[in-house]
């Protein structure tokens, strides 16, 4: 699984910089982890009922990191 999504972002980025068309690239490491985190936070607190202290602990992180996340990306 890991390395299918490793490969995933792999060939994103690749195409990203592809299509850039001579254009400097700026802050690909925020945009990388903007794109992945919504969608993974979504999921996970699907996958949890919507239970904030399952989600942390599948996520592997503190309930209050996740509860930051979270407002950060709307999803409260």
């Known amino acids: 699984m890991s390395a299918e999504l490793s490969d995933c972002v792999r060939k994103s980025l690749n195409r990203y910089f592809r299509d850039l068309d ?3 690239p700026h802050a690909v490491y925020e945009m990388v982890i903007r794109t992945v985190e919504r969608p993974m936070l979504e999921v ?4 949890a009922n919507g239970n904030q ?13 996740l509860r930051r996340k979270l407002t950060e ?3 409260l």
């Open 73 to 75: 990306h709307d999803l």
């Open 44 to 47: 996970v607190m699907k996958q």
């Open 53 to 65: 202290s399952a989600a942390a602990e599948i996520l592997g992180i503190n309930r209050n990191t």
């Open 22 to 24: 001579g254009q400097e």
